[in-house]
């Protein structure tokens, strides 16, 4: 009886600590989860040449890891709704999505080529953003158009209806980024990026890097020729000026434009040149958002520019890395940053 009590106490033991176990491993991996979207950057750092940045950036912020591993990021968007951020992996022709406590996880595929053989290195959607209905309106690189996703970001399928894909019949090179106005008119650039052989592609329509304008009535405008590699777009808060970034190591320079009353841009101005960074830190001009008191979050070599709306650069969120755009969340209390193979977060 004592033999046969001593071995039931000891499979007890075994089996509330094989439990224990497993709990601990449990919780464990739930702690990783819940951590994942905290890690620090250790690459990461927020500059400021001025006091007045941390009027923008609380001077305790940091720079957080919240996705890496991919090929390269873009075209970040966040959901209201859903409270979830959406972005790009355009090689893989992808875009993932995540959540707060969660690991980011493939949102969507394809994303911008329906082919099954692409030929180039980035056939999938660069920017993303949402119409005034809700609806997810990609910039798709391999299809060469800016489309319309037929389903609710809630339930994505990849079913597109092009909205736009060529001017005046010759084909977009390949759409890069976007940016509505609250009238309905999208806004839009057009840069070879999305091409095989980018600017020495046969099968480039046109001989120049167009910014247009498709009006929501859907008639398009064809604004300026005047970028070698027209990138970023976005607008002041009022609405009067439009910025456009030129992603060019031999020019790589932000403008800013005049929005006159019929949607055309004049005036065309120099808003800040960085090619003489070029090289000595990674990246190009490329995205960028404007927040409510109309300073620019705008990428470039070495990370994301903190510009004040007269273009004194204010600071910096350097990340080490080749970064390619940035979006607010609905209340501009954080800013996400897509940089090389990161997703990036800093709390504003």
């Given at each position: 009886m004592k033999k046969i009590l001593y071995l039931s106490l000891v499979a007890l033991n075994t089996l509330i600590l094989l439990q224990c176990k497993t709990e601990k491993k449990e919780n464990s991996v739930k702690e990783q989860e819940k951590s994942y979207a905290t890690r620090i950057f250790e690459e990461g750092e927020i500059e400021a040449y001025g006091e007045s940045l941390w009027s923008i950036i609380p001077e305790a912020s940091v720079v957080e890891v919240l996705a890496e591993g991919h090929d390269w990021t873009e075209g970040p968007l966040w959901l209201p709704e859903q409270e979830m951020l959406l972005y790009t992996d355009i090689p893989?022709?992808?875009?993932?999505?995540?959540?707060?406590?969660?690991?980011?996880?493939?949102?969507?595929?394809?994303?911008?080529?329906?082919?099954?053989?692409?030929?180039?290195?980035?056939?999938?959607?660069?920017?993303?953003?949402?119409?005034?209905?809700?609806?997810?309106?990609?910039?798709?690189?391999?299809?060469?158009?800016?489309?319309?996703?037929?389903?609710?970001?809630?339930?994505?399928?990849?079913?597109?209806?092009?909205?736009?894909?060529?001017?005046?019949?010759?084909?977009?090179?390949?759409?890069?980024?976007?940016?509505?106005?609250?009238?309905?008119?999208?806004?839009?650039?057009?840069?070879?990026?999305?091409?095989?052989?980018?600017?020495?592609?046969?099968?480039?329509?046109?001989?120049?890097?167009?910014?247009?304008?498709?009006?929501?009535?859907?008639?398009?405008t064809l604004l300026t020729t005047e970028f070698t590699r027209p990138n970023g777009i976005a607008f002041s808060p009022d609405e009067k000026k439009l910025y456009v970034a030129n992603s060019d190591p031999e020019l790589a320079i932000w403008k800013v434009f005049d929005v006159l009353k019929d949607g055309s841009i004049s005036n065309a101005k120099l808003f800040f040149n960085a090619t003489e960074l070029v090289g000595k830190e990674k990246g190009l001009p490329d995205g960028l958002k404007v927040d409510n008191e109309g300073n620019l979050f705008a990428t470039g070599p070495g990370g994301v520019f903190i510009f004040s709306p007269e273009g004194k650069v204010l600071g910096k969120i350097k990340t080490g890395q080749a970064t390619s755009n940035c979006a607010f969340n609905t209340d501009k209390s954080a800013l996400y940053i897509t940089a090389d193979s990161y997703v990036l977060r800093v709390k504003l």
């Open positions: 893989r022709n992808s875009i993932y999505s995540w959540k707060e406590g969660e690991k980011a996880k493939l949102y969507l595929k394809p994303s911008g080529f329906m082919g099954e053989e692409f030929g180039g290195s980035e056939p999938g959607a660069n920017g993303l953003l949402l119409n005034s209905e809700g609806e997810m309106v990609l910039c798709q690189h391999g299809e060469r158009q800016i489309a319309l996703m037929q389903s609710s970001v809630s339930e994505p399928t990849a079913n597109y209806k092009t909205l736009t894909s060529a001017y005046k019949g010759k084909r977009f090179n390949s759409p890069n980024d976007a940016a509505y106005r609250s009238n309905g008119d999208l806004y839009f650039t057009d840069p070879p990026y999305g091409l095989p052989q980018r600017m020495d592609d046969p099968g480039k329509e046109l001989n120049y890097q167009g910014v247009y304008r498709l009006s929501k009535e859907g008639e398009l």
